[in-house]
């Protein structure tokens, strides 16, 4: 079964540090491993994806996401916070044999202090 | 690009009344559309997943003869909350996946209020 993990259901960070939000996670076969953003009384916007090729993800909004897969991670990073990122992330894995089905992580409310 | 609507963005109807729910892709044709629930401070539950001219498939647990999912064309598909009651109170929201691609792009979403 496809699952993922978000540990940390808050993170606070001083505009302009960098930022991580955290996502772990467990697949039978290869991981599609996908992050989205939702802000209050909005449904999820796509930030990224990862399917294969590079670790390092590139995505909307200066956001990247890091593929480690020895420590099973995909987290979130942003170099530079913005107070206008405050909003709610999930990672979400996209399961292996139907891949209409998406299973999304509890979500991490991300909070970035002026 | 790839944007999904709903309408209504909120509605408030009374206990044994139907709502129905749009969800529309808008530049861009969906052969798959999905229904989600989220309730407060948790996560996306999938209820049913919806293709264009069959029948939705409905995650288990999901009463298919209370929501009721329509995929008329490739860029609309409707969920009707049939006799709704307060503990179908909820944020609905919607998305719809290109043919071309494994990503879904999620609706505004629609917050039930049912008195």
């Known amino acids: 079964a496809q699952s993922v993990a978000q540990p940390e259901d808050q993170v606070n960070v001083a505009e302009g540090n960098p930022l991580t939000v955290k996502c772990t996670y467990s697949v039978s076969g290869n991981p599609y491993l996908f992050w989205y953003v939702q802000y209050p009384n909005r449904g999820l916007q796509f930030l990224l994806k990862?399917?294969?090729?590079?670790?390092l993800v590139k995505g909307s909004y200066g956001f990247e996401a890091e593929f480690n897969k020895s420590q099973t991670s995909f987290h979130l990073k942003k170099p530079s916070a913005l107070v206008s990122d405050s909003a709610l992330y999930f990672c979400a894995v996209r399961d292996w044999g139907n891949f209409n089905k998406f299973y999304f992580g509890s979500g991490t409310k991300l909070n970035v202090k002026p | 690009g790839a944007v999904v609507s709903q309408h209504p963005s909120w509605v408030i109807c009374k206990s044994g009344t139907s709502v129905k729910i749009e969800c529309r892709s808008l530049d861009f044709q969906a052969t798959t559309m999905f229904w989600y629930r989220q309730f407060p401070k948790q996560s996306l539950m999938l209820m049913a997943t919806?293709?264009?001219?069959?029948?939705?498939?409905?995650e288990q647990g999901v009463e298919k003869d209370k929501f009721l999912i329509n995929h008329a064309s490739l860029t609309l598909s409707t969920l009707t909350v049939t006799s709704a009651h307060p503990e179908d109170s909820s944020f609905y929201i919607c998305s719809a996946r290109p043919a071309d691609t494994d990503t879904q792009y999620f609706g505004p979403g629609t917050r039930l209020t049912v008195l």
């Open positions: 990862y399917i294969t090729g590079d670790n």
């Open positions: 919806s293709n264009e001219g069959s029948k939705a498939t409905y």
